[in-house]
């Protein structure tokens, strides 16, 4: 090896493709002038060799937030690294094209999260992908090496869109349970269904860390690759909001990009509206279970107007033509925005938690009765309910089942065939169906 190179000589092999730089002779010809002690770095960098990570990567990668034409890929390492991911229409990954953790200038590296959006995909359409790491490490001062990229399996996701299939799972409440989580998961996969939903709720309590955020949500025990061929739209649940390492959900758990988001939603960036084959399936964040003025939320809470943000952005959603036109609208939240009982706890007082979120429910509630919407989906109680549309009220409403229930967990599956959306409700405990639901298109105008 030539351990004594020009300046010249190394940054036209190392980055620049060799001829097609030398051809164009742009650096000024300051190899005469190199200092011995800068001569030493080139040569330390030169000499460096990596061995290869073993153990860089921890688990496998998870598919987040996915939208129509772009796709989130979340993947845990266990050192200093940047990321990347490689997609193809193809499972012999033919024609590759590759992108980098985000970020600009600086790609996303990071020592324990690397987030990769890939973009400019198609709807409904079916890829393959692997996720991959580059250990960087620094041979001489700041001077950074990657090491060679240790990539994932191969894994597969389709795109949700109108030509997607319209069929889709909701899991809520797993609370850390993870052998409960994993009778889930395994379930979902089993099933085939293509894209599931995280309705909230997913720490024992709360989070005190990032590291806690990371062992929680993207590799939690007993459930590797729950999401590496299972995109999971997340929606928030109560809990999600609690504990000093709240704050950054974000680093763990991707929110949509600032481009794939308009000026006046750019600060809710995990609600998401898209079409699953004839279902539109929105997802709203119904936030705290007590009111922003309770001493529990330390005063720096905003519920009140991101709900009312919220609203604004719901009817955004029903002006555009695919979600407008959709023959079945489904939207999931975490806290249910029906309740039977009347003496239930709204959420808008001092005592106690909410049962149901009153305010959410006033706010969104006439929107989804204007545009005819059939179903939502919620959590939170731990317990499967179903709640019939009445005259007033022309959507139901189906309560997913949680850790610990009184009753089972639950996996609630939505798909559309035979001119009618079926919800089965399945016990993820018992292995069996709990409950059918059938509901018709959407009829008539708004
Ligand atoms: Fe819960
Ligand atoms: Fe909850």
Same mark, same amino acid.
């Given at each position: 090896?030539?351990?004594?190179?020009?300046?010249?000589?190394?940054?036209?092999?190392?980055?620049?493709?060799?001829? +097609?730089?030398?051809?164009?002779?742009?650096?000024?010809?300051?190899?005469?002038?190199?200092?011995?002690?800068?001569?030493?770095?080139?040569?330390?960098? $030169?000499?460096?060799?990596?061995? $290869?990570?073993?153990?860089?990567?921890?688990? #496998?990668?998870?598919?987040?937030?996915?939208?129509?034409?772009?796709?989130?890929?979340?993947?845990?390492?266990?050192?200093?690294?940047?990321?990347?991911?490689?997609?193809?229409?193809?499972?012999?990954?033919?024609?590759?094209?590759?992108?980098?953790?985000?970020?600009?200038?600086?790609?996303?590296?990071?020592?324990? %999260?690397?987030?990769?959006?890939?973009?400019?995909? @198609?709807?409904?359409?079916?890829?393959?992908?692997?996720?991959? +790491?580059?250990?960087? %490490?620094?041979?001489?001062?700041?001077?950074?090496?990657?090491?060679?990229?240790?990539?994932?399996?191969?894994?597969?996701?389709?795109?949700?869109? #109108?030509?997607?299939? +319209?069929?889709?799972?909701?899991?809520?409440?797993?609370?850390?349970?993870?052998?409960?989580?994993?009778?889930?998961?395994?379930?979902?996969?089993?099933?085939?269904?293509?894209?599931?939903?995280?309705?909230?709720?997913?720490?024992?309590?709360?989070?005190?860390?990032?590291?806690?955020?990371?062992?929680?949500?993207?590799?939690?025990?007993?459930?590797?690759?729950?999401? +590496?061929?299972?995109?999971?739209?997340?929606? $928030?649940?109560?809990?999600?909001?609690?504990?000093?390492?709240? *704050?950054?959900?974000? #680093?763990?758990?991707?929110?949509?990009?600032?481009?794939?988001?308009?000026?006046?939603?750019?600060?809710?960036?995990?609600?998401?509206?898209?079409?699953?084959?004839?279902?539109?399936?929105?997802?709203?964040?119904?936030? #705290?279970?007590?009111?922003?003025?309770?001493?529990?939320?330390?005063?720096?809470?905003?519920?009140?107007?991101?709900?009312?943000?919220?609203?604004?952005?719901?009817?955004?959603?029903?002006?555009?033509?695919?979600?407008?036109?959709?023959?079945?609208?489904?939207?999931?939240?975490?806290?249910?925005?029906? @309740?039977?009982?009347?003496?239930?706890?709204?959420?808008?007082?001092?005592?106690?938690?909410?049962?149901?979120?009153?305010?959410?429910?006033?706010?969104?509630?006439?929107?989804?009765?204007?545009?005819?919407?059939?179903?939502?989906?919620?959590?939170?109680?731990? $317990?499967?309910?179903?709640?019939?549309?009445?005259?007033?009220?022309?959507?139901?409403?189906?309560?997913?089942?949680?850790?610990?229930?009184?009753?089972?967990?639950?996996?609630?599956?939505?798909?559309?065939?035979?001119?009618?959306?079926?919800?089965?409700?399945?016990?993820?405990?018992? *292995?069996?169906?709990?409950?059918?639901?059938?509901?018709?298109?959407?009829?008539?105008?708004?």
């Amino acid at each position: 090896m030539n351990t004594h190179m020009t300046r010249r000589d190394f940054l036209r092999d190392t980055f620049c493709g060799g001829a +097609a730089f030398a051809a164009t002779a742009v650096l000024p010809n300051v190899a005469k002038a190199m200092k011995p002690a800068e001569q030493a770095a080139h040569d330390a960098y $030169r000499a460096m060799q990596i061995p $290869r990570p073993e153990g860089l990567l921890e688990g #496998e990668p998870m598919l987040q937030c996915p939208a129509p034409d772009s796709m989130g890929v979340v993947l845990a390492v266990t050192a200093f690294s940047n990321g990347f991911v490689e997609v193809a229409d193809n499972p012999r990954m033919a024609n590759t094209r590759r992108f980098m953790a985000e970020g600009l200038p600086l790609a996303g590296t990071d020592d324990r %999260v690397l987030r990769m959006r890939i973009t400019g995909l @198609e709807p409904g359409k079916r890829y393959w992908y692997r996720a991959g +790491a580059a250990k960087l %490490v620094h041979p001489t001062g700041y001077w950074t090496k990657p090491s060679e990229i240790v990539w994932s399996p191969i894994h597969s996701f389709t795109t949700p869109g #109108e030509s997607a299939p +319209a069929h889709f799972g909701m899991m809520s409440d797993t609370h850390a349970d993870y052998a409960q989580m994993a009778r889930i998961t395994r379930k979902y996969r089993e099933l085939g269904i293509p894209l599931v939903v995280w309705n909230g709720d997913v720490p024992s309590s709360l989070v005190q860390t990032r590291e806690h955020i990371v062992r929680t949500y993207l590799v939690p025990p007993e459930n590797e690759g729950f999401g +590496a061929d299972t995109p999971i739209a997340f929606c $928030r649940g109560n809990h999600d909001f609690r504990g000093e390492a709240a *704050g950054r959900l974000g #680093e763990v758990m991707m929110t949509r990009l600032p481009s794939e988001r308009t000026i006046e939603d750019v600060a809710l960036d995990r609600n998401f509206a898209f079409r699953m084959g004839e279902v539109a399936l929105i997802g709203l964040g119904t936030g #705290e279970d007590k009111p922003d003025w309770h001493p529990a939320n330390g005063g720096f809470t905003r519920f009140t107007p991101y709900r009312k943000a919220q609203k604004a952005w719901l009817e955004r959603q029903f002006a555009r033509p695919e979600i407008a036109g959709a023959p079945y609208v489904v939207v999931c939240l975490h806290i249910p925005i029906v @309740e039977p009982w009347p003496g239930a706890n709204p959420g808008t007082v001092l005592e106690d938690y909410a049962v149901w979120q009153k305010e959410c429910a006033e706010l969104w509630g006439p929107v989804l009765s204007a545009n005819r919407v059939q179903l939502v989906l919620a959590g939170h109680l731990h $317990r499967y309910r179903f709640d019939a549309a009445t005259p007033e009220r022309p959507w139901a409403q189906i309560v997913g089942g949680g850790r610990g229930a009184s009753t089972f967990q639950t996996l609630v599956e939505c798909k559309a065939e035979d001119g009618r959306l079926r919800v089965t409700v399945h016990n993820t405990d018992a *292995g069996t169906i709990a409950a059918e639901h059938f509901f018709p298109p959407r009829q008539g105008k708004a």
